[in-house]
Nanobody
Framework: QVQAVESGGGLVQAGGSLRLSCTVS????????MGWFRQAPGKEREGVSC????????YYSDSVKGRFTISRDNAKNTLNLEMNSLKPEDTAMYYC???????????????WGQGTQVTVSS
């Protein structure tokens, strides 16, 4: 049974920070490239940031470069996203999933979990 549980979302003021976490089970986590995706109402699902299994390659969308940092702890089967300098346009439901990727692109392979809501107030 593949399972992913996202957590860490919440309501924060513009300029603030949040750390999202995704805990996975039922997957060979350490060998999977993983990523964070987000979707706001009426908007398309967007790849935010991705990381290879060993953490040697990362991807960031242009909108979050310099503000977000992706990391993973393979010993704990967790994927993290440190979000700084948050903007109202970051407001969305955030999801984690396995991905195919390079440093310039990322595409999710699966749709997992219920997501965690991030709301940034102006």
């Amino acid at each position: 049974q593949v399972q992913a549980v996202e957590s860490g979302g919440g309501l924060v003021q513009a300029g603030g920070s949040l750390r999202l976490s995704c805990t996975v089970s039922g997957m060979p986590f350490r060998v999977l490239n993983m990523g964070w995706f987000r979707q706001a109402p009426g908007k398309e699902r967007e790849g935010v940031s991705c990381i290879t299994g060993l953490g040697d390659t990362t991807y960031y969308s242009d909108s979050v470069k310099g503000r977000f940092t992706i990391s993973r702890d393979n010993a704990k089967n967790t994927l993290n996203l440190e979000m700084n300098s948050l903007k109202p346009e970051d407001t969305a439901m955030y999801y984690c999933s396995a991905v195919t990727m390079s440093s310039l692109s990322c595409r999710e392979v699966n749709y997992w979990g219920q997501g965690t809501q991030v709301t940034v107030s102006s």
